[in-house]
């Protein structure tokens, strides 16, 4: 299903056919130091995250992770949108983009048309973006959006100390 479109990208949901993109974005080095590993060691994997992940959060809160897909080629570039983690109280704003295609203004184009659509289209009243504290260039991202920080959250199994970031007030883990 496509969402809405931005000046070089389509925002569509996630597909089983873009289980290789996905497989190489989350094995990227870079994605592995800021996001996260995610144990992907094939394609399979990859598959099966689109399953638990971008398309059973489409099901459960009408929202997920999306493709960026590029207009000009049809290709997919990252993926974009938003979470619902279960310790935040509002939706994580969240964005990947595969080596080739970074550096180029493309995450600012996508995060500022998903906050739109987020706030205009599905009535979000707050929005977080929780990034890696040495992750200079999406903290430049979601500040330059509007994003305020908010101070400091711990997460994950190897308990990484992210800043919290927020759009629309002051707004505490749950």
């Known amino acids: 299903m496509l969402h809405f479109t931005t000046e070089r990208m389509q925002v569509r949901d996630v597909r089983d056919q873009d289980a290789a993109a996905i497989f190489r974005l989350f094995t990227d080095p870079v994605c592995i130091q800021f996001i996260g590993d995610k144990g992907f060691t094939c394609e399979a994997d990859a598959l099966a995250y689109i399953h638990s992940g971008p398309q059973a959060s489409y099901a459960e809160y009408g929202f997920g992770l999306w493709a960026l897909v590029d207009k000009a080629s049809d290709e997919v570039l990252g993926l974009a949108g938003l979470l619902q983690r279960p310790y935040l109280s509002y939706p994580d704003v969240g964005y990947a983009l595969l080596p080739e295609?970074?550096?180029?203004?493309?995450?600012?184009?996508?995060?500022?048309?998903?906050?739109?659509?987020?706030?205009?289209?599905?009535?979000?009243?707050?929005?977080?973006?929780?990034?890696?504290?040495?992750?200079?260039?999406?903290?430049?991202?979601?500040?330059?959006?509007?994003?305020?920080?908010?101070?400091?959250?711990?997460?994950?199994?190897?308990?990484?100390?992210?800043?919290?970031?927020?759009?629309?007030?002051?707004?505490?883990?749950?």
């Not at 987020?118 to 707050?126: G, K, T």
């Open 101 to 174: 295609w970074r550096g180029m203004g493309l995450a600012s184009e996508a995060v500022g048309a998903v906050v739109d659509y987020a706030i205009n289209r599905l009535q979000q009243p707050h929005l977080l973006a929780m990034i890696d504290r040495d992750n200079q260039a999406s903290i430049n991202v979601v500040t330059s959006l509007g994003f305020a920080f908010n101070g400091y959250l711990s997460v994950g199994q190897h308990i990484k100390r992210c800043n919290l970031y927020s759009l629309h007030g002051k707004i505490y883990p749950s």
